[in-house]
Nanobody, 123 residues
Framework: QVLLVESGGGLVQAGGSLRLSCAAS????????MGWFRQAPGKEREFAAG????????YYADSVKGRFTISTDNAKNTVYLQMNSLKPEDTAVYYC????????????????WGQGTQVTVSS
């Protein structure tokens, strides 16, 4: 079993930045995938960013490409999502996920999910 705990969410003005963290504990992965998804009110959960556990492969949704950066610190079993140039449409609950495979955008790639952290971007 793997426990994922997100942190770093909050309220920020448009154009600002936030860095989300996701700490994994329990049985850790030596290989596999980590991802960030988000769900806005009244909308389905959508993929934001994914990374291979070795950090060599990253993948982004078009809506966040160039603004968000996903990274991983395997020594700390932590994955980060640096979010810059935030927009009101980025407002959502952000979820961290862990799994295996390279279909980062596919929720079925992921086995474990965190509880989410709220990000609110004001205009």
């Amino acid at each position: 079993q793997v426990l994922l705990v997100e942190s770093g969410g909050g309220l920020v003005q448009a154009g600002g930045s936030l860095r989300l963290s996701c700490a994994a504990s329990g049985r850790t992965f030596s290989s596999g995938s980590m991802g960030w998804f988000r769900q806005a009110p009244g909308k389905e959960r959508e993929f934001a960013a994914g990374i291979g556990r070795n950090g060599g492969i990253t993948y982004y949704a078009d809506s966040v490409k160039g603004r968000f950066t996903i990274s991983t610190d395997n020594a700390k079993n932590t994955v980060y999502l640096q979010m810059n140039s935030l927009k009101p449409e980025d407002t959502a609950v952000y979820y961290c996920a862990a799994g295996s495979g390279v279909r980062f955008y596919d929720p079925s790639t992921y086995i474990y999910w965190g509880q989410g952290t709220q990000v609110t971007v004001s205009s």
